[in-house]
């Protein structure tokens, strides 16, 4: 590693402790996080999980129902990455049924505790965005 990228490295490293720091200073612990980035712009989105992992691989939507399998099998304890993700999957364009699907599969390997907390996880998430959707005009 060169002087400057341990440099670089370290100014990230430092940056990123500041805001969590900043998130858990509330009682619920990193949850004020979906609040401050509820989801990201589609491009955005596209370039963090799309284009920039791997140009010519999966796209965003693909990479977030993926991403989705993998939180569902690590069960309650990644709730508030899990509540995110279901938020960023809609926005890049995946259904409900897809989301649900995705976690449902996850059933095998999670096992049916981890699939039912992602489940009503993505329920909360829904009657969210539904109620969002109502409210604007």
């Not at 490295?9 to 805001?19: I, K, N």
């Not at 858990?24 to 509820?38: E, I, M, T």
């Not at 992992?53 to 399998?69: E, P, S």
């Amino acid at each position: 590693m060169t002087d400057d990228f341990a440099k670089l490295f370290a100014s990230m490293l430092e940056s990123s402790q500041d805001m969590l720091r900043a998130f858990q200073a509330s009682p619920d612990g990193v949850s004020g996080l979906d609040k401050l980035f509820p989801t990201m712009p589609a491009n955005l989105m596209e370039m963090w999980f799309g284009r920039t992992f791997n140009r010519d691989g999966l796209d965003a939507k693909t990479r977030l129902l993926v991403t989705l399998a993998a939180l569902t099998v690590l069960g309650a304890q990644a709730e508030p990455q899990l509540r995110l993700t279901v938020r960023h999957a809609l926005a890049a364009g995946a259904t409900k049924r897809e989301i649900a699907e995705v976690i449902w599969q996850m059933s095998m390997f999670g096992g049916i505790p981890a699939t039912q907390k992602a489940l009503e996880t993505a329920q909360a998430v829904f009657a969210e965005t539904d109620k969002l959707e109502e409210n604007t005009p």
